[in-house]
Nanobody, 121 residues
Framework: QVQLVESGGGLVQAGGFLSVSCRAS????????MGWYRQAPGKQRELVAF???????NYADSVKGRFTISRDNAKNTVYLHMNSLKPEDTAVYYC???????????????WGQGTQVTVSS
């Protein structure tokens, strides 16, 4: 059984810095893309950033230049470093990963449980 476990998050003042991480564990043959989504109260879940197994990255326009996504393939872990945080970045942040459990399997998408990030003004 594959699990994604997030850590980090918390409360920070506007303009501050925060990091979240997510480690995949369990039966894993390979991991393709890993990414971060967020969902603010009353809003739909939206993509924040993703990174491919080769290291290519993509960011939502709202976080470009402020957030950096990275991954450690040896640790099956993805990170999101958030700078210059704004109150509108407040949301529950979810990790997502496309994982192949065995060589013969197709890939499936897995989600973490979410971690709260709150930016005070």
């Amino acid at each position: 059984q594959v699990q994604l476990v997030e850590s980090g998050g918390g409360l920070v003042q506007a303009g501050g810095f925060l990091s979240v991480s997510c480690r995949a564990s369990g039966s894993i043959f390979s991991i393709n893309a890993m990414g971060w989504y967020r969902q603010a109260p009353g809003k739909q879940r939206e993509l924040v950033a993703f990174i491919t197994s080769g290291g290519s990255t993509n960011y939502a326009d709202s976080v470009k230049g402020r957030f950096t996504i990275s991954r450690d393939n040896a640790k099956n872990t993805v990170y999101l470093h958030m700078n210059s945080l704004k109150p509108e970045d407040t949301a529950v942040y979810y990790c997502n990963a496309e994982i192949r459990e065995r060589a013969i399997d197709k890939t499936n998408f897995y989600w973490g449980q979410g971690t709260q990030v709150t930016v005070s003004s």
